[in-house]
């Protein structure tokens, strides 16, 4: 069996991070990734970043994966395994891989794992009609394969992806019928609404989605009021013409294998969910492993690309390896808390006290 | 229904093809994933559900949710958001649990 001194899993911003900071340290590296290409949600986010100059504010997600995916492709002394599924990590340190096809075993001293999260049903009539798509899937479509999602969507959720998708579904010629949002108000920053607003779609507050209508796929949306105790008003009910019902409604950390390995985990709201219990260097209660991007509490591609560095260069300190390492660790540490300072940190902060409090976890 | 003119993105797809669904010969790029092409050509419903066949599509379209299991080329439960598209393929609705042959 093939033994390596770090083993990352996924490949998306965390991943990619963790992968050259840990290699930077000449540790030796395999980066596993179950799709064919690096990058992760990176590769179909066409807007422009927001986040801090540090964190490549400004740069089209699609450009900050390619740049990292490059950065791994030349860094010497890394084991790439794309279309390459982790199923399982076993007591001896083991991971197991199905490759296109065989099963394959790799052994590792450390393990970071960084699979990022998946969409949020909803909760609404017919939501199973085919048409009800995630808000990533309409991205995947359009901005990956160039595929338009339908005619007509109807996005449900304004904050920042909900707007952004709006945003995007537009500039690929599809119309957006309306954003749908069950708080009172806007969850995503006002300039991404701003720009839908000024393209004329709708955004209705305190409105839900209350079911899809069509016998064999969408063919149109009936949505519904909600009042000051975020309870659905009988008689208000409208029909909107629409092929394609998109959920914006949040992600959840993709924890699996880390429940498989039997890392604590906690549940944390305003992580998204399920979240492996870990320490400022990103360590879970498996001294073994560590977390790094949305899998360890959902957040955003700039704060994923700094805990990918921490996981990286702790995950090597570790194991011995020692470039300047604590300074670097410091850094980084400096650079997350500068991310998460501020309004728009206070949700992630908040998230971050409750799972220490939940204990140790070893 | 593909996109041809966009702001930011320059699409470069792969070789056209041709494969079938559910007997009829449909085309897509090779490499893309089979969902893509069955959307391009307006194909939403990809198999029934087990117990309360009613039908369903993809939901996540990266490999996560199992929303999109087709029969492809006989083989049961492939997810098809993420398979991607060679000449030939046989594509077929999935009923229910699909079978091992
Ligand atoms: C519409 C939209 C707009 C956004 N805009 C911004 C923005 O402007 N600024 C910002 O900072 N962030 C933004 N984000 C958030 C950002 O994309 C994510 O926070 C970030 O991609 C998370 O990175 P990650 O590496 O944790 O996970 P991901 O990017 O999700 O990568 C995880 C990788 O792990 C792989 N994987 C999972 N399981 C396995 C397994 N078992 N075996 C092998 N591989 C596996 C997956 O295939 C994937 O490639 C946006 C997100 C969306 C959806």
Redesign the pocket.
């Known amino acids: 069996m093939k033994s390596v001194e770090i083993a990352v899993?996924?490949?998306?911003?965390?991943?990619l991070s963790a992968t050259l900071a840990a290699a930077g340290q000449g540790a030796s590296v395999a980066l596993?990734?179950?799709?064919e290409h690096l990058g992760?949600?990176?590769v179909k986010?066409t807007?422009k970043?927001?986040?801090s100059a540090r964190q490549e504010a400004g740069t089209r997600?699609v450009v900050i994966a390619r740049r990292l995916g490059q950065a791994v492709r030349e860094q010497a002394g890394i084991d790439l395994r794309l279309a390459?599924?982790?199923l399982g990590y076993y007591s001896d340190k083991v991971l197991y891989l199905e490759e296109p096809d065989r099963l394959a075993k790799l052994q590792a001293e450390r393990a970071i794992f960084?699979?990022?999260?998946s969409e949020r049903m909803l909760i609404f009539g017919n939501n199973d009609r085919p048409g009800v798509y995630g808000?990533?899937a309409v991205?995947t479509l359009m901005n990956v394969h160039g595929v338009m999602p339908g005619r007509r969507v109807l996005m449900i959720g304004a904050g920042?992806?909900g707007l952004?998708?709006s945003y995007q579904l537009l500039q690929a010629g599809v119309q957006v019928a309306a954003i749908v949002e069950a708080a009172p108000r806007i969850g995503g920053y006002l300039v991404h609404a701003a720009k839908v607003r000024r393209a004329g779609v709708p955004i209705l507050t305190g409105h839900t989605v209350k079911e899809a209508v069509g016998e064999e796929a969408v063919e149109a949306a009936v949505i519904w009021r909600l009042d000051e105790q975020w309870r659905p008003v009988p008689g208000t009910e409208e029909r909107v013409d629409c092929d394609v019902i998109c959920l914006a409604t949040g992600l959840s950390p993709?924890g699996e294998?880390m429940w498989q390995a039997g890392c604590r985990m906690a549940y944390v709201p305003e992580l998204g969910g399920h979240v492996p219990w870990h320490d400022d260097d990103l360590r879970t209660s498996h001294e073994d492993i560590y977390v790094?991007?949305?899998?360890s509490g959902v957040?955003?591609?700039?704060a994923?690309m700094v805990e990918g560095r921490i996981a990286g260069l702790a995950a090597a300190r570790s194991l011995g390896h020692d470039r300047d390492v604590e300074e670097k660790l410091g850094e980084a540490r400096r650079e997350l808390a500068a991310l998460r300072a501020g309004p728009t940190g206070e949700k992630i902060r908040r998230g971050l006290e409750s799972l220490r409090q939940g204990g140790d976890g070893r | 229904m593909r996109i041809t003119d966009h702001p930011i993105l320059d699409f470069k797809p792969g070789r056209l093809v041709r494969f079938t669904f559910e007997g009829r010969e449909i085309e897509g790029y090779e490499g893309e994933p089979i969902a893509a092409a069955l959307h391009a050509a307006g194909i939403r419903v990809l198999r029934r559900s087990p117990r309360l066949h009613r039908p369903r599509g993809f939901f996540c379209a990266?490999g996560n949710c199992s929303s999109c299991l087709m029969v492809v080329d006989g083989v049961p439960n492939v997810r098809v958001c993420v398979e991607r598209l060679r000449e030939g393929m046989r594509v077929e609705r999935q009923e229910g649990h699909g079978e091992l042959k």
């Open positions: 899993v996924g490949a998306g911003p965390a991943g596993i990734e179950r799709d992760g949600q990176l986010q807007h970043f927001f986040g997600g390459t599924t982790v960084a699979t990022g999260a808000a990533g991205q920042n992806i952004i998708v993709l294998l790094a991007g949305d899998a957040e955003e591609a700039s994923a | 990266i």
